[in-house]
Every structure is written in structure tokens, then in C-alpha cells.
């Protein structure tokens, strides 16, 4: 223990000396304050994020950013004051501060890479011991003694409980729950040595105990396991924790944080700090959304709307007093007046039954109307034949139809080409298995503009258990797939040539060397740089330099097949890839028409502006399998075209240039 007080102390003390001697240069910079969810200690989380805020400092030198770790208390508090520029937080306390104080999600974390699957969400498990057998299903954890992490915890309580009150079990309000606080494991220990029947934590939490040596995976069960996941899982998958904007941060400092984060290398020893993969653009966090309003957990927990099913919860002693009153009434009545009366009375209470059953039919009716025609959100109902019955206001809002238009037609009509016919085949089939469907989906308006929208469709059925209905609820997420798009074309291209950046095309070559791998062909990697683009800069101003770049970019495309790639890596720098070229007799010719077409005048308001390139190529895999040594073989080749006079095309050779790879 002292050993680990003793090594915090010392990385607190280097970060601190550190802040200290680069004080003169942070006081030239704007404060940016990242507030993160301490779920552990407040000097674990600072050793944990400080590296990611020098990180973003050093990509950033106009502002200089700083960890500060905060409870939930804390955090709210910090949140209404305006005092956070940034925030770092689970997917329920976000819905919570984006609601209050409209923080707005900038990137989603990726927690891990299990068997080469990036894990960007996560969910709940439900866990009991293996001798249990008395415990196989969600309906045997009635009246059993459940340990959960919080009542406000996403993956330690909240998923678990969508998934029992989706199956008619309340354990809100039935169940024996010990909460725990963090971390996870505490729920575990409890379930290992007996003292509680069930257990709810997040996945990964049992798959990391047991990598640490802490439990035997076979001591315990997966209640209710779902597949296509790496880890054990009960519930739905939800996005990871998100890395959010305040409402006072400045949206162009907004941007280049969030590009920063998707540039962040993955597994890096910044992320290995605090134990994450890396960062992916913001996923949608509706779906959390709908289910803290559906739990009523805050901030949604104000005037909620009752249903019928909650009144016979809360007034169900106070309902069974009353008809058993009601009942040895009508019985004395009946003993009274003898077989007639009975026979009239009997008359008489089931007609005033049905009354009673319509009058509270008529009210609930209202009460759904009312919800059906005031929503936010489109709402489209169906039969069991799939053909619309009825829709909202909301509905005729969001795409342009009228209820007259698409009454007795199919939601086909709304489809927009985007899908293939297995997307549908796929949702179909988890509606006839009496599954709920969710999900993003691309449709069409009535003035044939597409838009995303956030679909969840429900079956309703009837006693029986045949389907009668389909109920579907959206709400359109078109402005943020938008900005989702725009986050990923800044991540991966230039923002002068839009060609694609070093990042895009190091995957790109991944991609392309991995497919003549396969189909046993041969690529080049073509290292360009321009020649006499300098003098062009100084003589005539960077605006034209960047007119002539654009134009440079123009002419490699023209010359590439569909099947090649190209990406500006710096100044007046290219990477070319060409797939399919099997020797130099394939490729030099394509390399010569480049030089040609780069020699050309580029004129510019009457000026006239030459210049070349020198060039050097490296072929795979002859020269080597490797992206990034490819890219160093055709550098150190088109540094020969410079030697050797410029405006040329030289060829990666082993025998003359290897030691210089030494």
C-alpha cells in the first residue's frame, strides 16, 4: 500500500515539476478545463487524463488544458457555473448535463480491441453463481437478493433494469437490492462468497477480474447471455462514455479538440495511461435518452405521465379493498331479494361493469391521444399486414406527407434506396420473435430529400399472441450525421486539396496491400516532391502557392485509375499507390506522363508559374511488405532524383541504397 501511495506521489510530483517548468510558456495561453467523472480517486483519475490533456496542449499551443476531477456533486455544480470548457463522463450523467446545461458530445471513447473488434459501446451483465441451479432465467431473480454497483449506474443497475421491466419484472419496487458504489468488483466479491443471489455490473468488468488472477471464470453464470458481442452481455448495447463541449466553448477550439482526439494513435502509451483503446466520432445517444424517460431517472423524473399499469401498481390494495366492498354489498342485496332481485342485479352489475371498463377505456384513450398528437417525435401505426392505419402530427412534420396521403399504404413508401433488402429481411425477423427493432435508417421525405432518423418499432399483440400491430417512433438525426461526416472528412483529408491526409491513406495502403496480398499481385508506393515550389511561395505569396498545390492535386488525379490512390503528406509532398503494376515496364510510363503534366505552365492572372518533380517509387512486396518502410524506400529514392539533377524517376534499389536504410 505504501509502495502505491508512494508511486502516485512521485508521478504527481514529475507532473507538477513539469507544469512548473513550462509556466512561462502556459501563461501565454488561454485556460481550457477538461472536468472528468472521478469513479475512483481523484489522484488515480489525474495520473490517469493528464497525459491526454499535454497531449492536447502540445496540438493546441493556443490554449493550455488541464485535468480536473470531479464527483457527481462536484461535476453539476462546476457544470451550472460555467466553470468547464470541456467534460468527460458516462452516456447517463451526459443525457443529464446536455439536458441541464446543453453540453454537446464531441467523440465517443473506445474502451478496448478484443479479437480485433473496437468495443464503442457497452452493456450490462447479469451474473450468478454456477451452483445455482435454482437460477437459469430473468423470471427466477423474483424476490432474490440482488447486489448492483448505483442506482444511477448505466451498466451496474439502469440496463439491467430496462431488461427485467421490458420482461414484467419491477425490481424497483419488489426486490431485495444492496448498492455497492464502485468499483464493479464489489458486486462480484458479494456474488462469489454468497452474499448476495445476482449480481449487476458492466461488461468487461468480469472478463478483467479474471485476466488479474482475481476469480475463477467458472465459478460464475451469464443470466439471460446475448451473442455477437466479445465480452459476457444480458442487455442492449449502449454508446461508450463521451468526450463533450460545453455550451460556452468556442466551436472552432471545439473542432480541433475533436480532431485531435480521432487523430490520437490507437493504443498509444497516452491512452495505455488510462486504460482505453483510443477515440471514434460521437455515437447516438438517444436511445439512453428514451430510456432515462421511460425510468424516469433525472432529469427526467418531473411530472411524469402515469399509465394504467402504473395506477394498478400504486393503488392495487386500495382497488382490491373497494371491489371486495362492492362485492358482499351486492351479496347482501342479492340474499335480500331472493332469485329475482338476484338474476336483475346480476344483470344490473355487468352492465355496470362494462360501463366502469369503457369509462376507463375513454380515459385512457385520452390520455394516449394525447401523447400520440403532442409528440416530438413521428409516430406511425400499422396492421398486422403493415399498412398504415394512422400517424401523428410529428409524422406529416418530419416527411412531408399527409395522413390522407399514406393512410392504407406501407412505410415502403418512405423508403430511400440506401438500404439493401437484407437490412429489412433482418428487421423483420426480429419483429416476428417478438423482439423490439432500434436502430439509425435512412429514409425519403415527399419532396424526395433523404434524411437519417433514429427508428424503434414495437409489435403489439393480442391475448392469443398474434400480432395486431406495429407501432414505429422516430426522431430525425439528420443535422447529426452531418456533423458527424464533417468530423471524419477533417480527420482524414487535407483541408487545401482534399486529397486524403497521411492518416486516410496509411489505412487506405493497408487496405490495397492487403487485397494484393490476397490476389497474389504487386503495388508501388510513389514518394513525389515538387521541384522549384519554393521560389513560388517567396516570390509571389503563399495564396499562390496554394493555387498552384490545388492544381498539382487536380493533375495526379487526372493521371490515376480508379484502383490507385494519392494524399498530400506535407508541404509540397505526395504519396501515389498504384495497384495491379507488376514491373517498371508497367509503371515507368505513368511516372513520365506525371513528370509531363507537372511541367506544364500553371498561369495565374497572366503569370506564368513552371515547376517539376522528382520522384521515386518502392514496389511491393519485392522491396518490402511493410507501408511505412515502402514510404521510406521511395523517399530516400526521390532524394537520388534530386541528386541526380532533378525532374526524374528513380527506383528503390537494395544493392545501392540499403546501407543508407542502416
Known amino acids: 500500500m505504501r509502495i502505491k501511495f508512494l508511486s502516485t ?126 437460477i437459469q432465467t430473468l423470471n427466477d431473480l423474483r424476490d432474490k437478493h440482488i447486489a448492483a454497483v448505483d442506482k444511477f449506474s448505466l451498466g451496474g443497475y439502469l440496463a439491467q433494469r430496462v431488461l427485467l421491466q421490458e420482461n414484467g419484472i419491477y425490481i424497483s419496487k419488489n426486490s431485495d437490492i444492496q448498492f455497492t458504489d464502485m468499483p464493479h468488483d464489489k458486486v462480484v466479491n458479494l456474488v462469489k462468497n454468497g452474499s448476495a443471489d445476482v449480481g449487476f455490473i458492466r461488461t468487461g468488468v468480469l472478463e478483467k477480474m479474471v485476466k488479474q488472477g482475481k476469480i475463477d471464470r467458472n465459478d460464475f453464470k451469464i443470466i439471460h447471455p446475448m451473442g455477437n458481442f466479445p465480452q459476457a452481455l444480458s442487455t442492449v448495447l449502449y454508446p461508450e462514455w463521451p468526450f463533450a463541449s460545453s455550451k460556452k466553448t468556442d466551436r472552432y477550439l471545439a473542432n480541433k479538440v475533436a480532431v485531435a482526439l480521432l487523430n490520437l494513435p490507437y493504443g498509444s502509451e497516452i491512452t495505455k495511461t488510462a486504460g482505453y483503446y483510443g477515440w471514434s466520432i460521437p455515437l447516438s445517444y438517444e436511445g439512453i435518452r428514451m430510456m432515462m424517460q421511460n425510468l424516469r431517472v433525472p432529469p427526467f423524473d418531473e411530472a411524469p405521465n402515469f399509465t394504467l399499469n402504473d395506477i394498478i401498481q400504486k393503488y392495487a390494495f386500495m382497488i382490491i379493498l373497494s371491489m371486495s366492498l362492492t ?127 433514429y427508428l424503434r418499432i414495437d409489435t403489439i399483440r393480442n391475448p392469443q399472441g398474434a400480432i395486431e400491430n406495429y407501432i414505429g417512433i422516430f426522431s430525425d438525426i439528420t443535422e447529426q450525421k452531418k456533423q458527424e461526416d464533417l468530423l471524419h472528412h477533417m480527420a482524414n483529408y487535407d483541408p487545401l486539396t482534399n486529397l486524403p491526409n497521411r492518416h486516410l491513406y496509411m489505412t487506405l495502403a493497408q487496405q490495397m496491400l492487403g487485397t494484393a496480398k490476397r490476389q497474389g499481385s504487386k503495388a508501388v508506393v510513389v514518394f513525389l516532391d515538387l521541384d522549384g515550389f519554393k521560389p513560388v511561395n517567396d516570390t509571389y505569396g503563399h495564396e499562390m502557392g496554394d493555387y498552384v498545390l490545388k492544381k498539382v492535386a487536380l493533375r495526379l488525379k487526372e493521371q490515376l485509375r480508379q484502383s490507385d490512390a494519392v494524399a498530400r503528406v506535407g508541404g509540397d509532398e505526395f504519396v501515389i499507390l498504384l495497384s495491379d503494376a507488376y514491373n517498371k515496364g508497367d509503371v515507368h510510363p505513368f511516372l513520365e506522363r506525371i513528370l509531363k503534366s507537372l511541367k506544364e505552365p500553371f498561369v495565374v492572372n497572366n503569370i506564368t508559374i513552371t515547376i517539376g518533380a522528382s520522384i521515386g517509387a518502392a514496389f511491393y512486396p519485392d522491396d518490402g511488405e511493410d507501408v511505412d518502410m515502402l514510404i521510406r524506400y521511395a523517399d530516400m529514392a526521390m532524394y537520388r532524383s534530386k541528386q541526380n539533377g532533378r525532374n526524374q524517376v528513380t527506383y528503390f534499389d537494395q544493392e545501392k541504397m540499403g546501407k543508407e536504410v542502416l
Open 9 to 134: 506521489s512521485i508521478i504527481l510530483l514529475f507532473f507538477s515539476v513539469s507544469l512548473w517548468a513550462d509556466s512561462a510558456l502556459i501563461t501565454q495561453k488561454k485556460e481550457a478545463v477538461i472536468g472528468v467523472l472521478a469513479f475512483r480517486s481523484k489522484a488515480e483519475t489525474l495520473q490517469e487524463w493528464g497525459p491526454l490533456a499535454i497531449y492536447l496542449s502540445n496540438k493546441i499551443p493556443t490554449h493550455h488544458f488541464s485535468i480536473r476531477p470531479l464527483t457527481y456533486a462536484e461535476f453539476n455544480k462546476a457544470a451550472a457555473l460555467n466553470e468547464l470548457d470541456f467534460m468527460f463522463t458516462n452516456p447517463e450523467h451526459y443525457i443529464f448535463l446536455s439536458s441541464k446545461y446543453e453540453a454537446s458530445r464531441m467523440a465517443t471513447l473506445i474502451r478496448a480491441n478484443v479479437g480485433e473488434k473496437e468495443l464503442t459501446q457497452f452493456g450490462g451483465v447479469i451474473i450468478a453463481r454456477s451452483n445455482r441451479h435454482d
Open 327 to 453: 362485492v358482499l354489498l351486492l351479496t347482501f342485496f342479492v340474499f335480500k331479494m331472493g332469485n329475482m332481485t338476484r338474476k336483475l342485479k346480476r344483470e344490473s352489475d355487468e352492465l355496470e361493469e362494462q360501463i366502469r371498463i369503457r369509462k376507463e377505456g375513454e380515459k385512457y384513450l385520452k390520455r394516449a391521444a394525447n401523447v400520440f398528437h403532442n409528440s416530438g417525435e413521428g409516430i406511425v401505426i400499422t396492421d398486422a399486414h403493415k399498412v398504415i392505419i394512422d400517424v401523428n402530427e410529428s409524422f406529416s412534420f418530419l416527411t412531408g406527407y399527409s395522413s390522407e396521403e399514406v393512410l392504407g399504404k406501407t412505410p415502403k413508401i418512405l423508403r430511400s434506396g440506401r438500404h439493401e433488402q437484407f437490412f429489412y429481411l433482418q428487421m423483420d425477423e426480429a419483429l416476428n420473435q417478438g423482439k423490439s427493432w432500434r436502430g439509425e435508417i435512412w429514409n425519403k421525405k415527399k419532396s424526395g430529400e433523404e434524411y437519417a432518423e
